[in-house]
């Protein structure tokens, strides 16, 4: 099984790159993260918001391969502990399919992505930068694999 993360937004500061690289590094034998990184829609004076989320939502789902198991991250999605997201992950391992994780831009998911979903999965009740919520979904995933795996990582 393999895991994608599509995420708007390009071009993040070094720390969240080089948090993100590291997770991906240790995900790697285990659940191979690829990230994919989309432009974010026109915004601004004269723009129209409803569009640029069209533009995010169409691009999103031109990057989801085919059979692939979607889970939106959305603020009104369903909270799971660290141990809940590793029994979800072990249960996704057994279904067979490869992952993708969707992060919106600065107004959240469009409504086709989160259509497309098979899952809404909620960090929490916080708003969040989402450029961080991809270094942090990196480490949970880590997380969840170590859980699995019983490796002594996660020490709650």
């Known amino acids: 099984m393999r895991a994608r993360l599509i995420s708007v937004g390009e071009r993040m500061p070094a720390w969240v790159s080089e948090g993100f690289a590291e997770y991906s590094k240790r995900l790697s034998r285990e659940l191979p993260l ?11 004076k004269g ?6 989320l069209e533009d995010e939502g169409a691009a999103m789902l031109a990057a989801i391969p085919r059979g692939s198991h979607v889970v939106a991250l959305d603020g009104r999605g369903r909270t799971w502990s660290s141990e809940d997201l590793a029994a979800q992950l072990a249960n996704w391992r057994m ?3 490869d992952l993708v ?5 600065p107004d959240g998911l469009a409504g086709a992505a989160l259509a497309r979903a098979d899952q809404r999965f909620s960090l929490g009740a916080l708003t969040l930068p989402h ?10 995933l880590y997380r ?12 709650a």
């Open 47 to 52: 723009r129209d918001l409803a569009r640029a």
């Open 34 to 44: 690829e990230l994919v990184e989309l432009r974010l829609g026109d915004r601004g």
């Open 131 to 140: 450029m961080l919520v991809r270094l942090i979904l990196a480490e949970q």
């Open 95 to 97: 279904a067979g399919r």
């Open 101 to 105: 994780f969707l992060i919106g831009g």
């Open 144 to 155: 969840a694999v170590s859980l699995l795996g019983n490796h002594p990582y996660h020490r």
